[in-house]
């Protein structure tokens, strides 16, 4: 299988903040690399796939980008209604695999 | 607009089969893939499997051959089948629909909590 090393597993950032969370992947996926938002109470929402492409409204301030086997998740000016737990998803081959999630508060 | 929703048991007991439904409305479950995904307590996230627009399935090997997933194309529906289930199988259980294969899931249900014990 491959494994998602997702980094940092909690973070504390004030409001229009610029926030990053990244994920290695054990090996090369291409671009099939997914991101999720998981507010509290609510299902994931997919936020960007294909690695850098914006799923349909979300905001513009959320961004991806791919070096080499690590992905990022940037967020640009930090808002309250980005507080959530976001993970990252290789869709390149099955099992599809997920990061360990990242908790994002607001200091 | 493509909804899911998840319907089953919130109470199953151990040595027992799991058994969940998802109905779909605003689109064809013979189009795209459809999946099965669970949350554990403690925020970890793992794929159970896939059935696709030709009633394919792939499952993660994971859950050996104790998974299934089918369905009724008449109804909208496909579901999961999870037999022999402990209490480390207890879990929220989410339907989704991939955006496009290996594009990730666009859509999900609200999720349904499943608890194993006895």
């Known amino acids: 299988d491959i494994q998602m090393t997702q980094s940092p597993a909690s973070l504390s950032a004030s409001l229009e903040e610029i926030v990053t969370i990244t994920c290695q992947a054990s090996q090369n996926i291409g671009n099939w690399l997914a991101w999720y938002q998981q507010k509290p109470g609510k299902s994931p929402q997919l936020l960007i796939y294909g690695t850098t492409s914006l799923a349909d409204g979300v905001p513009s301030r959320f961004s991806g980008s791919r070096s080499g086997t690590q992905y990022s998740l940037k967020i640009s000016r930090l808002q309250v209604e980005d507080i959530g737990i976001y993970y990252c998803q290789q869709a390149s081959s099955t099992p599809f695999t997920f990061g360990s999630g990242t908790k994002l508060e607001i200091k | 607009e493509v909804q899911l929703q998840e319907s089953g048991p919130g109470l199953v007991k151990p040595s027992q089969s799991l058994s969940l439904t998802c109905s779909v409305t605003g689109y064809s479950i013979t189009s795209n893939y459809w999946g099965w995904i669970r949350k554990f307590p403690g925020n970890k996230m793992e794929w159970m499997g896939y059935?696709?627009?030709?009633?394919?399935?792939s499952y993660n090997p994971s859950l050996k051959s104790r998974i299934s997933i089918t369905r009724d194309t008449s109804k909208n529906q496909f579901f999961l089948q999870l037999n022999s289930v402990t209490t480390e199988d207890t879990a929220t259980y989410y339907c989704?629909?991939?955006?496009?294969?290996?594009?990730?899931?666009?859509?999900w249900g609200q999720g349904t909590l499943v608890t194993v014990s006895s």
């Open positions: 989704a629909r991939c955006y496009r294969y290996n594009l990730g899931f666009a859509y």
């Open positions: 059935i696709s627009y030709s009633g394919s399935t």
